[in-house]
């Protein structure tokens, strides 16, 4: 580890703790006595303020605790990060769309001139492509919010002619479509909503009924229990491939003496969406069982077929 990466780490470990001592430093970093109180006129260099206990247990006492600190970056991970800000900005909606371009401005601002060069170079020769969304949510800060808060909010959806009372979990960004989840406190079921089909969202006084323990339980217990027939399917290598690409949690591959296998389980009301993901499979997919699931498969290539009769 080289200094720059070893002040970085060492103001990362430092940000966790009210106090210190030379000897916490040289063991955590495995560095002598006299790196370590070098080490420590860097860091207050770098804004770390502090100030010297003395006596036998004495030490250093942190005095300004800041939300940031400053941290070291070389050229790679400097790459690293204004890659990441390109390729969350190109999603065409997020809860944070409006701030990607100040803070890539702000920090390619901190940055000489050389090094601005270099991320600029970077940013004309590395590209990244992804499925952009494809209905654009308008209400994805406030379901965050709602989140992060622990607040009963009331959902109006597209396909509901009454408002109803959610606590929400998590946000999901899948193949270019957001979706929230949680417990509809009415029905005290767990579901899974698409974003797009939220039309209206209203927070309430109402106290939150579940922590989030227990909402990750709940979540738990619905994928264990919500998924409950077993599928099995033959895959070519190709088909393990774009499974690989595309695939979601009650889905699972496995190799057994060369073949790829796909398998998992799914609810009946996700029978008509389950054929139509094997059908994009093509030709690299062989259903297995259940015989249900072979039925309308076989049924839906029919009917494109159909069409061109």
């Not at 039309?199 to 264990?224: F, G, W």
């Not at 499979?281 to 072979?294: H, R, S």
């Amino acid at each position: 580890m080289d200094r720059s990466e070893r002040l970085n780490q060492e103001l990362i470990f430092l940000s966790y703790k009210n106090e210190f001592h030379v000897n916490d430093l040289m063991a955590a970093f495995d560095i002598s006595k006299r790196t370590a109180l070098r080490d420590i006129q860097s860091l207050e260099q770098l804004g770390l303020t502090f100030y010297v206990e003395p006596g036998r247990y004495g030490g250093y006492k942190l005095t300004k605790r800041q939300l940031w600190v400053p941290v070291l970056l070389n050229i790679q991970e400097i790459n690293a990060l204004f890659f990441a800000i390109k390729a969350l900005s190109l999603l065409s909606a997020t809860p944070f769309e409006k701030s990607y371009t100040t803070i890539y401005q702000k920090l390619m601002a901190t940055l000489p001139l050389a090094e601005q060069q270099k991320v600029t170079r970077l940013q004309e020769v590395v590209n990244y492509y992804t499925i952009p969304n494809l209905d654009g949510p308008k209400l994805l800060r406030p379901l965050l919010s709602a989140i992060l808060n622990e607040t009963v909010v009331t959902l109006q959806l597209k396909a509901s002619k009454m408002p109803q009372r959610f606590q929400l979990f998590d946000l999901l960004f899948r193949n270019g479509v957001w979706f929230v989840s949680g417990v509809n406190l009415t029905t005290q079921n767990w579901e899974i909503i698409r974003c797009d089909t939220v039309t209206a969202l209203t927070e309430t006084d109402q106290p939150a009924q579940l922590s989030y323990e227990a909402l990750k339980q709940r979540q738990t217990t619905y994928d264990q229990q919500h998924h409950d027939i077993a599928y099995r399917c033959k895959l070519t290598p190709h088909g393990r491939e774009i499974v690989q690409r595309n695939h979601y949690a009650n889905m699972q591959l496995e190799s057994i003496d060369g073949q790829d296998y796909l398998y998992g389980g799914y609810n009946q009301d996700e029978y008509d969406y389950m054929i139509q993901y094997l059908l994009a499979l093509g030709t690299n997919v062989q259903i297995l069982a259940p015989e249900a699931l072979q039925t309308g498969y076989l049924a839906a290539i029919d009917r494109i077929r159909d069409m061109y009769r």
